[in-house]
């Protein structure tokens, strides 16, 4: 192949690169907390607050999560890939942008501190920090950080100060075999939570709720 033929190729390659960005670029929408307030209030403020700061301990508080998390967890309700027969109707009612809105908005908001919950505290505590070698169990802040507040790169999600009621929720739906999806993080999730005694479960999400409480 001459020079000529060599560069042209180079310069086709660096094109097609740059089109596949764009592409992706393109396809990730921009939210906009304004419109998702009035979404929020409209769609999902009954069960997770105005600001997503919910006061039935059933249903998470959505304030200060990673906006790609929520964006993630609508899409799979959406889908069908996780599955909640109310969730799956509320998130089908949205849009794409709708949804970045939403996420972005939430995002924003900054979540309310939760009551300490004394119930082995300090177990949960142990868990949380250095995990159960004897269960092949690793640590909860391996993946949500040392203070709860997740890795929205990764998709972990922030968990300090949740409600301790939901934390029992998923992690008992989780041991229980009740997967997210079929994804990695749903796989992880399923393997943490059938190690875990029902004891454990309880004494973890009462440190989550108290990890942002007030000093």
């Not at 709708?98 to 908001?109: E, F, P, T, W």
């Not at 300490?116 to 092949?136: F, H, M, N």
Request: with cysteine; net charge neutral; charged share 15%.
């Amino acid at each position: 192949m001459n020079t000529s033929c060599r560069l042209w190729v180079t310069m086709l390659a660096v094109g097609l690169v740059v089109v596949a960005t764009s592409a992706q670029a393109a396809d990730k929408l921009v939210g906009n907390a304004d419109a998702g307030q009035a979404e929020v209030s409209s769609v999902c403020a009954a069960c997770h607050g105005a600001d997503g700061n919910s006061t039935d301990p059933q249903y998470p508080k959505l304030a200060g999560q990673h906006a790609a998390y929520i964006e993630h967890q609508l899409e799979s309700f959406q889908s069908g890939k996780r599955a909640n027969s109310i969730m799956s109707g509320m998130a089908g009612m949205l849009s794409k942008q709708d949804i970045a809105n939403v996420a972005a908005y939430l995002s924003q908001q900054k979540t309310s501190p939760g009551p300490v919950d004394t119930y082995q505290v300090k177990l949960g505590e142990s868990i949380y920090r250095d995990g159960v070698a004897s269960a092949g169990l690793p640590s909860c802040e391996s993946c949500h950080g040392p203070k709860g507040l997740g890795d929205s790169a990764k998709l972990y999600p922030r968990i300090a100060g949740q409600h301790a009621q939901y934390v029992v929720q998923v992690l008992t739906g989780w041991h229980n075999g009740q997967a997210w999806g079929e994804g990695p993080h749903a796989k992880l999730a399923l393997s943490v939570g059938q190690k875990l005694t029902i004891e454990q479960i309880q004494a973890i999400a009462s440190y989550v709720q108290g990890m942002n409480a007030v000093k």
